[in-house]
């Protein structure tokens, strides 16, 4: 096989990686306050090696919350820096307090941080943001908080 055509499979499956994770953390059950729960999806965007951050990748993810969607507890490897496309998300982090971000807004989680809440801060309106990962090589991006 050619090497161009592995490093593409090698990163398409480093993302199929990163999307079965996703699907594993789940939804978790409506809040308080929410009569039902929609499902967060996440589509992949690109993932490159840093050539000057030997060992290190960076990921660029799209995340889409409908109205009333609850992403699970849950926690990245590496670092992510989230900025919001579309509508409203509330997030909250270990030892931070839950905030609603808008549009053109953005929000960093430090590594081993836990993501405690991540939902549509609307009942009405879609919310969508791009997450933006660098962490090791092969690394599963997204892990259910234990």
């Not at 926690?75 to 989230?82: D, L, M, N, P, Q």
């Not at 579309?86 to 931070?96: A, D, E, P, V």
């Not at 791009?130 to 092969?138: E, I, P, Q, S, Y």
């Amino acid at each position: 096989m050619h090497p161009s055509l592995m490093r593409r499979l090698g990163r398409r499956l480093a993302l199929t990686g990163f999307l079965a994770a996703v699907i594993a953390v789940g939804v978790v059950p409506p809040s308080q306050g929410h009569a039902q729960s929609a499902q967060v999806t996440v589509q992949p965007v690109t993932s490159q090696k840093l050539p000057d951050l030997p060992g290190k990748s960076i990921t660029l993810v799209r995340v889409s919350f409908p109205p009333k969607a609850v992403s699970p507890a849950h926690r990245h490897a590496g670092t992510v820096t989230a900025y919001v496309l579309s509508g409203s998300i509330r997030s909250q982090i270990t030892g931070g307090e839950a905030k609603v971000y808008r549009a053109g807004e953005s929000f960093f989680e430090p590594p081993g941080a836990t993501h405690l809440v991540a939902e549509n801060a609307s009942s009405t309106e879609p919310a969508e943001l791009l997450a933006v990962f660098v962490a090791d090589d092969g690394a599963v991006l997204t892990s259910e908080a234990h």
